[in-house]
C-alpha cells in the first residue's frame, strides 16, 4: 500500500451536497470533427491551417469521446463523482450555427450523455460555449458582429428545451476573457485574430450580451419549470503588488483584477457596467494615443436586458497567480495591455508545472475566493476548472499534481470552513489528457492518461485520479455517518 497524499483533505469541512466534479470541453475530447453532420467550428479551422498549433496537431480525433463515451463514462465513476462538467458542440447540434436546421445524430449523442450521467446518479454541469464557435457563424462575423447574442439566444433555447429537463447547471459561456484576449488580440487561438486594442472589448461586450440574454431566456421561460441555475464561466489569476509598499504597484494590481475578472464579473455581480478603472483608463489612453473611432469599450443599450444579476452562481475557473508592477506610464501601442497598464510576473520562488504561465500557487486560491465573496456579495461559487498539468515523460505515479490535489482542496475547505465562503462545488481540470488548445496534446492535466499512441486511445488513471476518488469516497463515508 501506498502512501495517500490526499488523506489529509478534511472532508468534513465540505458541506454535505458538495458537488465533486471533473470537466471536460467538446473540442479537447471529442474528435470526430466532421462526423455524422456536424458541421466545422472555428477550432477545426484553426487547426487545419498550418502553423497554429504544437507540431500542428488538431483536434479531429482527440480522445474520440464520440465514439468512445462508455470509455469516459467508465473514468467518471471510477472516480465516484457527482457531478461532469461538459461542454456542447454547438456545430455538432446546430451545423451552420442557427435552429434553421438541428443535426439529429449531435441530438442523440448528448442525449445518450446526459441519460447514462443520470441513470449513474451523475449530475450533468452543462457549457453551451467552449471556445468552438460555429464557423458558419465566424463567416458571419463571429463574436464581433452585434448580432450574435440572439443566435446565441435561439441556440441556448433550444438546447434549454431539448436537455433542461434532466441538465440542472448551465455555463453559457466559457472564459470570455481567454476567449476574446487569445482569439482576438493575441491571435494564439482560433479565429487567431490579431487585432490588438480593438476587437478584444468587442468580443467581450457581445459575449455578454449574449450571455444575458439566454439567462433571460432560462429565467423567463424554463426556470419555472426546469428550476435549474444558470452562470457564465470566468476565469482569473489572483494578483497581488511586486512591491507592497508602492502605491502604483497597489493601483495596478486592482486594475489587473479589473480587466480580467471585474471586466465580466463588474456587470454580472455588481453595477451592470465595466468597473471604472477600465472605463477610465481607457478613454485616457484614447486622448493619449489620438484614437477616435468611436469608444472601444462599448456600452449597454438600454434597449436590451442589462447583465447585472443574470448569474444564478459564480463559476470561477483558477489556474494561477501573478505578482503585479505598475506600467501604465510606459509608451506603448494601442492594444489591451497597454490599456491595463499592469504586468504580472511570477515570484521566482514559485514552482512551474508544464505550461510556463502556470505557477502552481494553490494557496492564493483562497485569497481569491475570499475577494469574491467581499466584491461580489458573498455568491454562492463553483470552482468549474483548476487544475495541473504535465510536461514531458508520463509519469502515472503523478506525485506532484496529488501534492497539488492535496494543497488545493485544503485551501478550499478553510475557505469553507474558517472564512465562511459558500464554495458549492470543485471540478478538476480535467478528466483525461486531451486536446490543449494551442499546446496540443503535450500538455497533460489529465486525472486519466490517454495513449494518444494507439487507436484504441486507452485511458489509464493517473495516481492523483485515484487520490481524488479516495477523497469523494471518503467524503461520501462521512456523510453517511453524519446521517446516522
Ligand atoms: C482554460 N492562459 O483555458 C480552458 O477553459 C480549458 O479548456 C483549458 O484546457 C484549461 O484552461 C487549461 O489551459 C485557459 O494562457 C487557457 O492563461 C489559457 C490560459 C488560461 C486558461
Redesign the pocket.
Known amino acids: 500500500m501506498k502512501m495517500s497524499l490526499l488523506k489529509e483533505v478534511p472532508v468534513d469541512a465540505f458541506p454535505q451536497d458538495f458537488a465533486w466534479g471533473a470537466a471536460t ?1 467538446a473540442y ?1 475530447i471529442e474528435g470526430c470533427w466532421d462526423t455524422d453532420g456536424k458541421g466545422p467550428s472555428i477550432w477545426d479551422t484553426f487547426c487545419h491551417a498550418k502553423g497554429r498549433v504544437f507540431e500542428d496537431q488538431t483536434g479531429d480525433v482527440a480522445c474520440n469521446s464520440y465514439q468512445l463515451w462508455e470509455e469516459d463514462l467508465k473514468c467518471i465513476l471510477q472516480l465516484g463523482l457527482t457531478h461532469y462538467r461538459l461542454s456542447l458542440s454547438w456545430s455538432r447540434l446546430l451545423p451552420d450555427g442557427t435552429t434553421n436546421y438541428i443535426n439529429p445524430k449531435g441530438v442523440t449523442y448528448y442525449n445518450k450523455v446526459i441519460n447514462d450521467l443520470i441513470a449513474n446518479a451523475v449530475m450533468p454541469m452543462v457549457t453551451l460555449n ?2 468552438d464557435l460555429p464557423q458558419a457563424l465566424e463567416n458571419r462575423g463571429g463574436w464581433k458582429s452585434p448580432e450574435i447574442a440572439d443566435v446565441f439566444d435561439s441556440y441556448a433555447r433550444f438546447c434549454f428545451k431539448t436537455f433542461g429537463d434532466r441538465v440542472k447547471l448551465w455555463i453559457t459561456v ?2 470570455p476573457y ?1 476567449c476574446a484576449k ?1 482569439g482576438y488580440e493575441d491571435g494564439l487561438f482560433a479565429p487567431g485574430l490579431r487585432e490588438p486594442g480593438t476587437s478584444v472589448y468587442l468580443v467581450g461586450h457581445n459575449m455578454l450580451r449574449a450571455h444575458a440574454r439566454a439567462w433571460h431566456s432560462y429565467n423567463a421561460h424554463f426556470r419555472h419549470l426546469q428550476g435549474g441555475k444558470v452562470s457564465i464561466a470566468l ?1 482569473s489569476d489572483w494578483a497581488e503588488p511586486l512591491d507592497p509598499s508602492s502605491p502604483e504597484d497597489v493601483a495596478a494590481t486592482q486594475r489587473y483584477m479589473d480587466f480580467i475578472l471585474g471586466w465580466f464579473a463588474c456587470p454580472v455581480f455588481c453595477t451592470g457596467d465595466y468597473p471604472e478603472t477600465m472605463r477610465t483608463r481607457i478613454e485616457a489612453r484614447n486622448l493619449e494615443l489620438g484614437f477616435s473611432e468611436g469608444p472601444r469599450l462599448p456600452k449597454f443599450s438600454e434597449d436590451e436586458p442589462n447583465p447585472l444579476g443574470t448569474a444564478d452562481f459564480f463559476a470561477l ?1 483558477y ?2 497567480s501573478r505578482k503585479v508592477k505598475d506600467t501604465s506610464s510606459h509608451p506603448s501601442e494601442l492594444s489591451f495591455k497597454g490599456d491595463q497598464g499592469a504586468e504580472g510576473v511570477m515570484d521566482p520562488s514559485w514552482p512551474i508545472c508544464g ?1 510556463s ?1 502556470l505557477a502552481v500557487v494553490p494557496e492564493r486560491l483562497r485569497k481569491l475566493l475570499n475577494y469574491i465573496k467581499e466584491t461580489y456579495n458573498n455568491p454562492d461559487i463553483y470552482i468549474t ?1 483548476n ?1 495541473f ?1 504535465q510536461i514531458g515523460p508520463v509519469e502515472l505515479e503523478d506525485a506532484e499534481r496529488c501534492q497539488f490535489y492535496q494543497d488545493t482542496l485544503q485551501e478550499v475547505s478553510e475557505a469553507i470552513r474558517d472564512d465562511g465562503v459558500s464554495v458549492k462545488g470543485y471540478f478538476a ?2 478528466l483525461m489528457d486531451n486536446f ?2 494551442a499546446e496540443g496534446f503535450r500538455a497533460r ?1 489529465g486525472l486519466f492518461h490517454v495513449d494518444f499512441s494507439t487507436a484504441e486511445l486507452k485511458r489509464t488513471v493517473y495516481r492523483s485520479g485515484t487520490e481524488y476518488a479516495a477523497v469523494i469516497s471518503r467524503h461520501r463515508t462521512h456523510i453517511k455517518l453524519e446521517k446516522t
Open positions: 470541453a479537447q467552449h471556445f466559457n472564459e481567454v487569445h476565469n475557473n489556474y494561477t505550461l504561465w476548472e487544475g498539468s481540470w480535467t490543449e488548445w492535466f
